[in-house]
């Protein structure tokens, strides 16, 4: 049985029912988010994609020359192209992903277009540990996207925790989503196309193809809300019957609208996030943020101390 297998069964068996988001990012899954950061109404991508270009000077100064880069959850390394023009002779780009295919075709497409930079794609699940090559020089952290906000408070300092590790006596570049009008979220993350439900129900179809399971998707709808108390939108698939699903030959049945949850993506003010920042043993140092405060950019010192990812 697969690891996405067991890690379904695992779920569903539980109560309440939840399962991480990084199982979205099959191919399908992958190329649907890609479309999702090109919607109108999914506004982090553009704004952080224009504060990276409208910064990249500033940021550079930052990462320092010679650097080696890791992109935690690389994607199609958009981001990084934002950045590549400014940064002084880049020692290695090291992207790591958990989808395999599509990072390799983004690093293969980045080798085409920047021929002078090194770029080593690691697939894996950098939560769960991924090995690296050892490091060439200052290795700077990369975590655009406000994917840190897919881990709850907790996890979320475990992580930077092993990130300043990782970049010890460099630094992280972070992506963060702020706290802002619940209307804004909720347009964000139900499209008026339905992508984002699409995406979201993609999780059914890619368990049809890889872990034995006989999801009817007409069965199932996408929800995403805004939790304020705990500043999180949630996203869930709902079942719209009585049913019974097969998952890897075990048995599983789910009432008229009980759900499943996939997805948590935490908003943080700025204040708030430093803090978490701190605990982790990072040093803010500086960030940009949009004319109208949706999205802000951090660079975090990391300390001087030994550890890794792995």
Request: net charge negative; glycine share 8%.
């Amino acid at each position: 049985m697969s690891e996405f297998a067991r890690e379904l069964r695992a779920a569903l068996a539980a109560r309440p029912r939840s399962i991480a988001p990084k199982w979205f990012y099959d191919a399908a899954g992958s190329r649907l988010f890609d479309r999702i950061c090109e919607l109108p109404e999914y506004y982090p991508t553009r704004v952080e994609l224009a504060l990276l270009e409208r910064h990249a000077s500033a940021i550079a100064g930052c990462i320092g020359a010679g650097a080696e880069i890791v992109e935690f959850g690389a994607g199609s390394a958009r981001k990084l192209r934002a950045l590549l023009g400014a940064l002084e002779a880049p020692l290695r780009y090291l992207p790591i992903d958990i989808s395999g295919e599509h990072l390799l075709q983004a690093a293969a497409a980045l080798r085409a277009d920047h021929p002078a930079l090194e770029v080593q794609p690691v697939v894996g699940d950098y939560v769960a540990g991924v090995e690296l090559p050892q490091p060439r020089g200052r290795r700077v952290g990369f975590f655009p996207g406000s994917s840190i906000g897919n881990f709850d408070p907790v996890q979320a300092q475990a992580l930077l925790l092993r990130m300043a590790a990782l970049t010890r006596g460099a630094g992280l570049l972070i992506g963060v989503d702020r706290v802002k009008d619940p209307a804004l979220l909720h347009a964000a993350y139900n499209d008026a196309a339905g992508v984002t439900a699409a995406f979201n129900l993609n999780l059914w179809a890619r368990a049809n193809a890889e872990a034995g399971a006989d999801f009817d998707l007409d069965a199932w709808y996408h929800s995403a809300f805004y939790n304020a108390p705990l500043r999180r939108i949630e996203m869930h698939l709902v079942s719209r019957c009585a049913q019974v699903v097969t998952v890897a030959g075990q048995r599983f049945e789910f009432a008229e609208g009980e759900s499943v949850h996939t997805e948590n993506s935490y908003k943080y003010a700025d204040a708030a996030f430093g803090e978490l920042a701190r605990a982790a043993g990072f040093e803010p140092r500086a960030s940009w943020t949009d004319e109208r405060r949706l999205f802000t950019l951090h660079w975090l010192a990391s300390p001087a101390c030994a550890g890794s990812l792995t």
